[in-house]
Structure formats: structure tokens, C-alpha cells
């Protein structure tokens, strides 16, 4: 399995991005895909999964109502489209992949992800 997330940059707070995950090596059916973010000196945050089959997603409570996770099995690619950014939002994102075992609301630790892209990094200024 091969992830390769793109589409970060800087925006003005406020503003929107889309990231994608282009994902190769297998199909995703039965598999949870999952955003995370890492700022300097912490730890990998969870922002929010989908539940690839059924589309089911969970978001943290900082992101809600902000962003949204979707898939495109026919391009078997991953997005987070990310609105309202906010100054807060600035790390750098990572896509990951597991096969689920377990609902979505079970994938919302980085270490039960086995799959991971390189990241995308994301500045919002203020």
C-alpha cells in the first residue's frame, strides 16, 4: 500500500484547502483512511477518518463543521477539504490506511494506523 497526500500550501485565515491522498496497492473496500496532523513538538493529532465501503466518517471536535472527508473509490484517492481555516490549523497532514477491524470511531489513534503517506504541510496565517 502507497499513500501520497498533496495539495498543502498557505492561506489566508478563512480560507480553504483540499488535500488529496492518492492511494495504490490494493483496493480500499474494507479499509479505514484517516487524516492526521503533527505540529513541532507534539504529538500526531487526529483530525478525521472515513470508513472507505460505506463512507462513514468521524471528525475530531476541533475540525467539525470545518472540514469534510470523502473518497473517490473509482480514482482510489482520499480528500480532506478544509474550510474556515484557522491559524490553529497550521501542520503538517498525513494520510493512513488500516484495514478495519473495527469501526471508525475505533481509528482515531496513529498507532492504529499501519499505512501512512509522506505529509502535506499547511500554513494559515492570521
Known amino acids: 500500500v502507497q499513500l501520497q497526500a498533496s495539495g498543502g500550501g498557505l492561506v489566508q485565515a478563512g480560507g480553504s484547502l483540499r488535500l488529496s491522498c492518492a492511494a495504490s496497492g490494493r483496493t480500499f473496500n474494507g479499509y479505514i483512511m484517516g487524516w492526521f496532523r503533527q505540529t513541532p513538538g507534539k504529538e500526531r493529532e487526529f483530525v478525521g477518518n472515513?470508513?472507505?465501503?460505506?463512507?462513514?466518517?468521524y471528525y475530531a471536535d476541533s475540525v467539525k463543521g470545518r472540514f469534510t472527508i470523502s473518497r473517490d473509490n473509482a480514482k482510489n484517492t482520499l480528500y480532506l477539504q478544509m474550510n474556515s481555516l484557522k491559524p490553529e490549523d497550521t501542520a503538517v497532514y498525513y494520510c493512513?490506511?488500516?484495514?478495519?477491524?473495527?469501526?471508525?470511531?475505533?481509528?482515531?489513534?496513529?498507532?492504529?494506523?499501519?499505512?501512512w503517506g509522506q505529509g502535506t504541510q499547511v500554513t494559515v496565517s492570521s
Open positions: 472515513i470508513e472507505w465501503s460505506v463512507g462513514i466518517t
Open positions: 493512513a490506511a488500516n484495514y478495519a477491524f473495527n469501526s471508525g470511531s475505533y481509528y482515531q489513534d496513529d498507532a492504529r494506523f499501519h499505512y
